[in-house]
């Protein structure tokens, strides 16, 4: 089991920057941002697959988010800038995608967060 506690959300303007937190109880060979709005499926956001160091994006965020890890601490970052009222969503750490494939393309994430609110305005 793998416990997920986030932090960092938070109301901004648009064109504004946050930073959520993911710390994680145990080591994930992946760990991954997913979003949910209102009334809309789910998404995944940003995934960090840890044995190669690589990243991946969703098209909507590609140059405005960064995902980064912590290896000491277990613990993934989602730097967020250049906000837009359509990044409104509550956001979700998740954990444990068993591949590079199911990382990258935000499937077979078995360990979830609690989620933290983001709200942009215009």
């Known amino acids: 089991q793998v416990q997920l506690v986030e932090s960092g959300g938070g109301s901004v303007q648009a064109g504004g920057s946050l930073r959520l937190s993911c710390a994680a109880s145990?080591?994930?060979?992946?760990m991954g941002w997913f979003r949910q709005a209102p009334g809309k499926e789910r998404e995944g956001v940003a995934s960090?697959?840890?044995?190669?160091?690589?990243?991946y994006y969703a098209d909507s965020v590609k140059g405005r988010f960064t995902i980064s890890r912590d290896n000491a601490k277990n613990t993934v970052y989602l730097q967020m800038n250049s906000l837009k009222p359509e990044d409104t969503a509550m956001y979700y750490c998740a954990a444990d995608a068993k591949s590079l494939l199911w990382c990258a393309t935000w499937s077979g994430y078995n360990y979830w967060g609690q989620g933290t609110q983001v709200t942009v305005s215009s």
């Open positions: 960090f697959y840890v044995p190669v160091g690589t990243t």
């Open positions: 145990a080591y994930s060979n992946c």
